[in-house]
């Protein structure tokens, strides 16, 4: 589904029957005029018509219109693809959202295909247009502006996991949470899924900052490098959450190994207890008449003060070794 199709002149959105673009150029080329196409979703079918306007190949096409591609940078003669990865927070369901974006552009066009509702751009194209002078810079500019959004929503995403870091880490030590572990593994979930969406990006950007896309021009090399700078500092803040987690698990699984050995230690404890009552009780249980107790008066409060002091005395010891 298409979403806008406008062309820029000047840093200004043009009437979209004006078309006065070369498909063809020589060099970096900045303040050019150049056509933004934005559609979401879109079927194979429905990207012929772009793959005849811009003269793309199949491999483009496809990479554009289909999902499950790894974050890359596929450059051709005078066009690049950029597919990225989208991330964004679902609070009511406390996880992720991944969707994806295609970046295919040249010196005068740029055609960006989203899949999903993670990163919509309808409002990023408004705050440009107001802005005309940001769109002088050309596709340079363009693909900076969505690349930088995407960039700090990943921020934002990482913002959210740090708390749901903290609380399950909050929660590792709280009793009343015995359900604790399920969550933990929940959020490492989450956190390794946010990983992969971000990890591979590194390298495009890389290459980009690299001069590799060489109709960007020069000048927008630095507005990338800070893109790339904000990535790593995500990355590290998101490798230091699996961390985070990773421990908290440890911690969780060594509480429940010593909350289950201290609820074994009681309750050998009290098997302890009960053990020299229950031997009296059946050696006096086996009904032989020549056991000389049996016609004593003092034979069964003996036996029993015999059992209670044995029962109390063991008992005093479990408590005094701390196993009760």
Same mark, same amino acid.
């Given at each position: 589904?298409i979403v806008?199709?406008?062309?820029?002149?000047?840093?200004?959105?043009?009437?979209?029957?004006l078309?006065?673009?070369?498909?063809?150029?020589?060099g970096?080329?900045?303040?050019?005029p150049?056509?933004?196409?934005?559609?979401?979703?879109?079927?194979?079918?429905?990207?012929?018509?772009?793959?005849?306007?811009?003269?793309?190949?199949?491999?483009?096409?496809?990479?554009?219109a289909?999902?499950?591609?790894?974050?890359?940078?596929?450059?051709?003669?005078?066009s690049?693809?950029?597919?990225?990865?989208?991330?964004?927070?679902d609070?009511?369901?406390?996880?992720?959202?991944?969707g994806?974006?295609?970046?295919?552009?040249s010196?005068?066009?740029?055609?960006?295909?989203?899949?999903?509702?993670?990163m919509?751009?309808?409002?990023?194209?408004?705050?440009?247009?107001?802005?005309?002078?940001?769109?002088?810079?050309?596709?340079?500019?363009?693909?900076?502006?969505?690349?930088?959004?995407?960039?700090d929503?990943?921020?934002? #995403?990482?913002?959210?996991?740090?708390q749901?870091?903290?609380?399950?880490?909050?929660?590792?030590?709280?009793?009343?949470r015995?359900?604790?572990?399920?969550?933990?593994y929940?959020?490492?979930?989450?956190?390794?899924?946010?990983?992969?969406?971000?990890?591979?990006?590194?390298?495009?950007?890389?290459?980009?900052?690299?001069?590799?896309?060489?109709?960007?021009?020069?000048?927008?090399?630095?507005?990338?490098?800070?893109?790339?700078?904000?990535?790593?500092?995500?990355?590290d803040?998101?490798?230091?959450l699996?961390?985070?987690?990773?421990s908290?698990m440890?911690? =969780?699984?060594?509480?429940?190994?010593?909350?289950? =050995?201290?609820?074994?230690?009681?309750?050998?404890?009290?098997?302890?207890?009960?053990?020299?009552?229950? #031997?009296?009780?059946?050696?006096?249980?086996? =009904?032989?008449?020549n056991?000389?107790?049996?016609?004593?008066?003092?034979?069964?409060?003996?036996a029993?003060?015999?059992?209670?002091?044995?029962?109390?005395?063991?008992?005093?010891?479990?408590?005094?070794?701390?196993?009760?």
């Amino acid at each position: 589904m298409i979403v806008d199709d406008a062309v820029y002149i000047d840093g200004r959105r043009s009437p979209s029957h004006l078309e006065p673009i070369r498909l063809h150029h020589e060099g970096p080329c900045a303040r050019h005029p150049f056509s933004w196409v934005g559609v979401v979703d879109p079927t194979l079918p429905e990207m012929a018509a772009y793959q005849t306007r811009f003269r793309l190949s199949d491999l483009v096409l496809e990479d554009a219109a289909t999902t499950g591609h790894r974050p890359k940078l596929d450059l051709a003669d005078d066009s690049a693809v950029l597919l990225l990865r989208t991330v964004d927070y679902d609070a009511g369901q406390r996880e992720i959202i991944v969707g994806e974006m295609a970046l295919v552009f040249s010196c005068c066009f740029i055609l960006s295909v989203r899949h999903g509702e993670a990163m919509p751009l309808q409002s990023l194209r408004r705050d440009l247009e107001a802005h005309p002078e940001r769109l002088q810079g050309g596709v340079a500019s363009v693909v900076h502006e969505i690349v930088d959004r995407i960039v700090d929503q990943y921020g934002r #995403v990482c913002s959210r996991l740090q708390q749901d870091v903290a609380d399950v880490e909050a929660s590792v030590f709280d009793e009343r949470r015995p359900d604790i572990a399920t969550r933990l593994y929940f959020v490492k979930r989450e956190i390794s899924e946010f990983r992969r969406a971000l990890l591979p990006l590194r390298s495009p950007l890389e290459r980009i900052v690299a001069g590799d896309v060489v109709f960007l021009p020069e000048a927008a090399r630095p507005l990338f490098s800070d893109v790339l700078d904000h990535l790593e500092r995500t990355l590290d803040e998101a490798a230091l959450l699996d961390e985070l987690v990773v421990s908290a698990m440890q911690a =969780n699984f060594a509480l429940v190994g010593v909350q289950q =050995n201290s609820d074994m230690r009681k309750i050998s404890a009290w098997i302890a207890i009960a053990a020299v009552p229950t #031997v009296i009780a059946a050696i006096y249980g086996m =009904n032989f008449a020549n056991m000389p107790e049996l016609d004593s008066p003092l034979g069964y409060p003996l036996a029993l003060a015999v059992m209670g002091a044995a029962a109390v005395t063991i008992y005093l010891l479990m408590r005094r070794s701390r196993w009760l």
